[in-house]
């Protein structure tokens, strides 16, 4: 049996499980409502949950743009330049394993409680990983590379076209992939801590009057939008791959790059 | 639009592929001294010539491939090919292949090839049809479509090869080019290079450290010493061409062999 049919059947199982434990009895409703109460409980509340989804999704659209651009862009400069990266990568790196949701409340106080507060935290906590990955393509393209460029008469903006940037594609992407779930992340736990709008909001206030159905039609929401999110990354994942060689030929060396077969540019 | 850098135009009756090395020298300056790499080193290399380098590590066979490339200048004397300095790389001129392959893993063999070509702006079918030549050549016909993650040492080398030979340069620099071979697909690609160099004229110079590979490639074999490098001997090598397999155990070869080894010992 091939690993996709495989991983089709653990998902229609873990589906069908979902439907008949709470069902049979085995669990609680109140614990894990089946799937289809929880279906009817999203559907019967369906204009709720569609602002609530309308308010999360602009929120993550928002950080999204800041977290991945000025990640992108801040880890170029860091990347590219010895000083900056003396002085600013030890103190990012220290920065990426504080907690940082302890500066949420901060922010609930410099900018209130809407929407706002939410973009600024979910920003800086997908910035990090998209800065620091986007910083270690730079820094690992191998310099053999540039040098046999140069060699074969390549100007400093063909070397940035033809060779920084496919070669720090993967790794920036793979940032991306992570800064992204983090920005998810960021909006949701922000809005289940204060707020008055969107999923995260939703969740927390039918988690305070048990009604688990529809706690767990947000659960599902969230979990629809971060599989949206990783099919969005792959889709880019393709398209940079078909522009990194100019063919679709390349595809094929990506897909394998991706699973783990051959490693990428950095020697 | 790129500017078109970095090309000499073709001077007509220059001689192509001539190198003139006259009192070069090159200092390093680190933050605790200044290193002497290369000190007064001349060395004229006529057009069509095979000319290796051989010298103790660290006395600036690399920094004079560097220099010759454009890649790097020197700090006093003149170096002239086809009679003009080379104030940075030009392809057109001069082509490198260097001790690593160093193929864009992203981009296949052909587009490897094509990559000097696609720097100039050449339209996409003629650098298609001059890569698929210079992979024919290297002996890599078919191959064009392969990635270099499924090319083998030797295969990757040889599409570094066709990459420093597609432009048609009168001058190819290779630096230890077969050193990260095996010993059997070293002897093949040594034999494979002669025949490429003397199907199309070309200068070459190649740094090795194999006294052997260099005996048996060379015309002439520049011998250097370290600290400061320095040329100590320029032996030719008068063997008959095509060279054999049969020559690496005659007399001539022991005694050349022989007398390399010995500035090398004294000087390493
Ligand atoms: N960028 C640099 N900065 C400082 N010193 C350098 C630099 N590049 C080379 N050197 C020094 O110059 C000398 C010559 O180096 P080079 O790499 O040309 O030697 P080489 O003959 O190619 O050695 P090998 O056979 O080991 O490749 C060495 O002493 C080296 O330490
Ligand atoms: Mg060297």
């Known amino acids: 049996m091939s690993a996709a049919t495989l991983r089709r059947l653990i998902v229609v199982s873990l589906v069908v499980l979902w439907e008949l434990l709470p069902r049979l009895g085995v669990i609680p409703e109140l614990f894990l409502p089946s799937l289809s109460s929880t279906i009817a409980a999203g559907w019967n509340d369906a204009g709720e949950y569609g602002h609530a989804l309308a308010v999360t999704l602009y929120e993550v659209g928002v950080s999204m743009l800041f977290a991945c651009g000025g990640g992108i862009l801040a880890g170029a400069i860091v990347g590219s330049l010895p000083r900056p990266r003396v002085l600013i990568m030890p103190m990012v790196s220290s920065l990426y394993a504080v907690p940082l949701v302890i500066l949420y409340p901060v922010f609930t106080v410099w900018l209130g409680i809407g929407s706002e507060s939410k973009i600024a935290f979910a920003a800086i906590y997908g910035f990090l990983p998209t800065m620091l990955s986007t910083a270690a393509g730079i820094q690992t393209i191998d310099p053999q590379l540039l040098l046999a460029a140069r060699s074969m008469g390549a100007t400093l903006s063909q070397r940035l076209t033809r060779v920084i940037i496919p070669a720090a594609i993967p790794t920036v992407l793979s940032g991306l992939r992570v800064g992204g779930a983090l920005v998810i992340v960021g909006v949701v736990v922000s809005e289940m801590l204060i707020s008055s709008a969107g999923i995260g909001y939703l969740i927390s206030r039918y988690r305070t009057i048990l009604d688990s159905p529809h706690v767990f039609a947000g659960v599902l929401l969230v979990l629809a939008m971060a599989i949206a999110f990783n099919a969005a990354i792959k889709w880019i994942e393709r398209k940079a791959s078909i522009w990194q060689t100019g063919t679709r030929e390349g595809q094929r060396a990506a897909d394998e790059i991706q699973a783990g077969t051959i490693q990428p540019a950095t020697a | ?268």
């Open chain 2, 1 to 268: 639009m790129q500017p078109l850098a970095n090309v000499t135009p073709f001077k007509p009756g220059s001689r192509a592929g001539a190198i003139q090395i006259s009192n070069v020298g090159q200092v390093f300056k680190t933050a605790t001294q200044d290193v002497v790499a290369l000190s007064d080193v001349s060395l004229d290399i006529k057009p069509g010539r095979f000319v290796v380098l051989v010298g103790p590590s660290g006395c600036g066979k690399s920094t004079l491939l560097m220099m010759l490339a454009g890649l790097r200048q020197q700090t006093s004397g003149t170096i002239l090919i086809n009679e003009a300095p080379i104030p940075q790389p030009d392809p057109n001129r001069v082509g490198v292949i260097f001790q690593e392959p160093s193929l864009f893993p992203w981009l296949t063999a052909e587009e490897n090839v094509e990559f000097p070509l696609a720097l100039r702006r050449i339209p996409r079918s003629d650098r298609r049809a001059k890569a698929v030549d210079a992979l024919k050549l290297v002996g890599l016909e078919g191959f064009g479509k392969r990635h270099p993650h499924e090319l083998s040492g030797g295969m990757k080398q040889r599409v570094s090869i066709a990459r420093g030979l597609v432009q048609d340069p009168p001058v190819l620099l290779m630096d230890e080019p077969f050193a990260a071979l095996d010993e059997q697909t070293r002897m093949t690609m040594g034999d494979e290079l002669l025949r490429i160099w003397a199907a199309t004229g070309k200068t070459v110079v190649f740094v090795t450290h194999s006294l052997t590979e260099a005996v048996y490639l060379a015309d002439e074999v520049v011998v250097m010493s370290a600290r400061p490098g320095r040329i100590v001997d320029h032996l030719t090598i008068s063997l008959p061409r095509p060279r054999t397999y049969e020559m690496l155990g005659g007399e001539t070869f022991g005694t050349l062999r022989d007398r390399i080894w010995r500035h090398i010992r004294k000087s390493a």
